[in-house]
T-cell receptor
Framework: NAGVTQTPKFQVLKTGQSMTLQCAQD?????MYWYRQDPGMGLRLIYY???????DKGEVPNGYNVSRLNKREFSLRLESAAPSQTSVYFC?????????????FGPGTRLTVL | RKEVEQDPGPFNVPEGATVAFNCTYS??????FFWYRQDCRKEPKLLMS???SGNEDGRFTAQLNRASQYISLLIRDSKLSDSATYLC????????????FGSGTRLLVRP
């Protein structure tokens, strides 16, 4: 099993460009998440999907959109990138409810917006 | 005030030392507690859950103090491979079971 995979691993964008970060999991988990990690800030939840067909905002959703394409895939889109979105982005999956304590993370996407 | 606070460190200790980290949380409705480990430029991984009665996994001991709203992680007989950032994580029922991460405590174990 590959676990949680993310593409791309690295990306450099110019301000105003758009891009989609892809995430897929093969653990048959219902819940999937997108986080960003900035120095000294810890991981902050951008969006999550408790189950296929549902998405909800997390702590820092502004400037992002998500799509839960199917049970395996959860993508994050930046419509008009800004330098403040320079960060490391992690996708994660888990079972819902009390199973959320154990989340499985992908290797991350390191994004720089110039 | 951050919902979950940790001393960022770094804690610089020799091999074989015992080291302890604390983490405080502000939401008294917090229900579940965890320690995650994150190696440099890698993804976080669950290290252990923290139970009310305290729990041990090999050289690692986690404890919870609900009255004072803090959790702790004790590492005995530190190994070089323990060098990493340790993230304190809290789940509150009133946040729909979403995880709240601390910003992490960095541990460096030297030979």
């Amino acid at each position: 099993n590959a676990g949680v995979t993310q593409t791309p691993k690295f990306q450099v964008l110019k301000t105003g460009q758009s891009m989609t970060l892809q995430c897929a999991q093969d653990m048959n988990h219902n819940s999937m998440y997108w986080y960003r990690q900035d120095p000294g800030m810890g991981l902050r939840l951008i969006y999550y999907s408790a189950s296929e067909g549902t998405t909800d905002k997390g702590e820092v959703p502004n400037g992002y959109n998500v799509s839960r394409l199917n049970k395996r895939e959860f993508s994050l889109r930046l419509e008009s990138a800004a330098p403040s979105q320079t960060s490391v982005y992690f996708c994660a999956s888990s079972e819902p409810g009390r199973g959320q304590g154990e989340q499985f993370f992908g290797p991350g996407t390191r994004l720089t917006v110039l | 005030r951050k919902e979950v606070e940790q001393d960022p460190g770094p804690f610089n200790v020799p091999e074989g030392a015992t080291v302890a980290f604390n983490c405080t949380y502000s939401n008294s409705a917090s229900q579940s507690f965890f320690w995650y480990r994150q190696d440099c430029r890698k993804e976080p991984k669950l290290l252990m859950s923290v139970y009310s009665s305290g729990n041990e996994d090999g050289r690692f001991t986690a404890q919870l103090n609900r009255a004072s709203q803090y959790i702790s992680l004790l590492i005995r007989d530190s190994k070089l491979s323990d060098s990493a950032t340790y993230l304190c994580v809290v789940i509150s029922m009133d946040s729909s079971y979403k995880l709240i991460f601390g910003s992490g405590t960095r541990l460096l174990v030297r030979p």
